[in-house]
């Protein structure tokens, strides 16, 4: 991914009732996610951006979460 692009990360699932979604960067303070919507959204994306992203899937019969996505920003 080139640094200053837009991108989008969607988290979606199956679940009824509907699930509220947290969006979550590896190695950061769990407390602290980087988002509350079912996409996780970049408009220009930076170096500092880079790592791993996972989502959480969650409605009152449970949880589950999602696998890791890398995202590795190059500068241009």
Request: hydrophobic share 20%; charged share 25%.
């Amino acid at each position: 991914i080139m640094e200053g692009t837009s991108v989008n990360l969607t988290c979606s699932s199956d679940a009824n009732p509907a699930a509220n979604y947290t969006w979550y960067k590896e190695n950061r303070n769990p407390d602290q996610p980087v988002g509350k919507d079912q996409q996780l959204s970049f408009s220009s994306i930076q170096s500092s951006d880079s790592g791993e992203y996972y989502c959480e899937a969650e409605n009152e019969l449970g949880r589950r979460t999602s696998g890791y996505t890398l995202v590795d920003v190059k500068c241009e």
